[in-house]
Structures are given as C-alpha cells and as structure tokens.
C-alpha cells in the first residue's frame, strides 16, 4: 500500500466529550487489523468546552498523523457545529457522521456571537454523504450518554475496512471494564444507523 492508499479519519467535537477515548478505539481497531497507524496530539483539550480535533491515519505505511484538507474519508463530530467548522478536512466522497448535539460556546452565552438556528439544513447541504443522529438520546436509551462517541464511532466503522471483531476488541482494550458492555452496545446501537 503506498502513501496514497492511506485511510485517514478526522474526529471533531468539543473538550469534555470523549473525544481522546473515541481516537483511542479507532486508533487501535486499526492496530489490530494489522495497520500501521499514526495519531496526532487531540489539541483543545485543556480548555473544558473548548474545540477539540484529533487525525488518525492507517495503512501499510504512514509517514505522518496530519490528515490533509480534502483527504479524510470519514468525518465524526460529537457536536454539530463542530461538524460544520472543520468541513474542509473531508474529501469530496467522504462520510460525515454527525451527532445532532449542541453545545453553546462561551462565545454565545455572552452574546458575542450567535449559534445558528439552521444548523441540520446547512450539514445537509455540506455533505452530500451524512448520517446525522441523536447519539447522545441513544447511549441515553442504553444507559449512558457519555457513551455518545462510540455510537458514532460505531456509526462510522461501516464505511472503513476494519472489522467488527477489530472495532470490539479495541473497545474492550480502552474502555474501562465496568462500561465494556454498554460501549459495544452503543458502538453496535451506532452500526444499526448507518
């Protein structure tokens, strides 16, 4: 596999929402396909609230965890906004999976700027491959919201060559024993969306 024939995914959201453990399972599904993998630094992570971004790539060889604007094949933002601010990173053929949650920046609550009521209308019109959901309502209805980043995670994995048993063995490997259960179920809750 060459340079070219790299996977990269891009996952977007904002501090606080598990974003460091949703690139953590990717990373590693990927690891126990047999990929090289490379990740980078999650940046916003230190400000609660902030915008968080984290890039993963795999293939046989990867030289770098930037994912290029244009190259990623799969998109994940665990805030809606999000999903629109960082759209460039997404490839023409691409798949964003979208949660339908919204998180009012400080920005908003002060009155400096104002979050946009037509939100859905404009991802729709961003991305012509989009699986937008309510994954928080989902982990909800299974038992815990938080598990809202691995139901899209599980969202997403049907557009990726990484098989499942890959996808519940990374799950198994990063998630905390208490909450195995209820990850693989949001993670197969999420596979049912798309």
């Known amino acids: 596999m060459t340079e070219s024939k790299t996977t990269s995914i891009v996952l977007t959201g904002v501090g606080g929402q598990g974003i460091l453990l949703a690139s953590e399972i990717v990373a590693q599904a990927a690891v126990l396909a047999g990929f090289d993998v490379k990740t980078n630094e999650v940046h916003g992570m230190a400000q609660r609230g902030g915008s968080v971004?984290?890039?993963?790539?795999?293939?046989?060889?990867?030289?770098?965890?930037?994912?290029?604007?244009?190259?990623?094949?799969?998109?994940?933002?665990?805030?809606?906004?999000?999903?629109?601010?960082?759209?460039?990173?997404?490839?023409?053929?691409?798949?964003?999976?979208?949660?339908?949650?919204?998180?009012?920046?400080?920005?908003?609550?002060?009155?400096?700027?104002?979050?946009?009521?037509?939100?859905?209308?404009?991802?729709?019109?961003?991305?012509?491959?989009?699986?937008?959901?309510?994954?928080?309502?989902?982990?909800?209805?299974?038992?815990?919201?938080?598990?809202?980043?691995?139901?899209?995670i599980g969202a997403m994995s049907t557009a990726l060559d990484l098989p499942a048993e890959a996808w519940e063995e990374a799950i198994r490997g990063c998630v905390n024993s208490r909450y195995v259960d209820i990850n693989i179920a949001a993670f197969q809750a999420g596979r049912a969306q798309a």
């Open 53 to 152: 971004i984290a890039q993963i790539r795999y293939g046989e060889y990867v030289y770098s965890p930037l994912v290029a604007y244009g190259e990623a094949a799969v998109l994940i933002a665990l805030e809606r906004i999000e999903g629109l601010r960082f759209h460039r990173y997404l490839r023409s053929d691409g798949l964003a999976v979208v949660s339908s949650q919204m998180i009012v920046p400080v920005s908003v609550s002060s009155g400096a700027a104002v979050y946009p009521d037509d939100v859905e209308e404009r991802l729709r019109t961003t991305y012509p491959r989009l699986i937008y959901l309510d994954a928080t309502r989902i982990a909800g209805e299974l038992g815990n919201a938080k598990a809202a980043n691995v139901v899209l």
